[in-house]
């Protein structure tokens, strides 16, 4: 048999367990501060370098998006995107779960309506 080492965690059978009050898994106070914090260090303003890999989009895309939604600013050949303007207007285009349709589906479709 072999030995149990102290630093572990063992069950006491003369503690009641159930009568304890359990941690909570987390602290929804700190939880919001950290967001908040976050929200503070996060760069407003992106390149074109860096907002193709935070959007994972392409350079063109991003330039006929960000006009689209006017987050661009320009000043001298420096083009900066605003983050919260591009987000929101990303948030435009958020399609729903279960909208989603595969060419199989639209082909039944189409049949249906032409049938019908």
């Known amino acids: 048999m072999k030995k149990q080492r102290?630093?572990?965690?063992?069950f006491d059978e003369n503690k009641n367990y159930l009568d304890e009050d359990p941690k909570p898994l987390f602290d929804k106070q700190k939880i919001i501060e950290e967001k908040v914090v976050i929200k503070r260090i996060r760069k407003q303003f992106l390149s074109y370098k860096e907002a193709e890999i935070i959007y994972s989009l392409q350079h063109k895309k991003l330039?006929?998006?960000g006009d689209?939604?006017?987050?661009?600013?320009?000043?001298?050949?420096?083009?900066r995107i605003n983050r919260d303007?591009?987000?929101?207007?990303?948030e435009n285009f958020?399609?729903?779960?279960?909208?989603?349709?595969?060419?199989?589906?639209?082909e039944k479709?189409?049949?249906?309506?032409?049938?019908g």
């Open 85 to 90: 303007i591009f987000d929101a207007y990303l």
């Open 94 to 106: 958020h399609q729903p779960a279960g909208m989603y349709q595969t060419n199989g589906n639209r």
């Open 68 to 79: 689209a939604c006017g987050a661009l600013y320009r000043d001298g050949n420096t083009v």
């Open 6 to 10: 102290e630093d572990r965690p063992y």
């Open 109 to 115: 479709k189409k049949l249906e309506e032409r049938q």
């Open 63 to 65: 330039l006929e998006l």
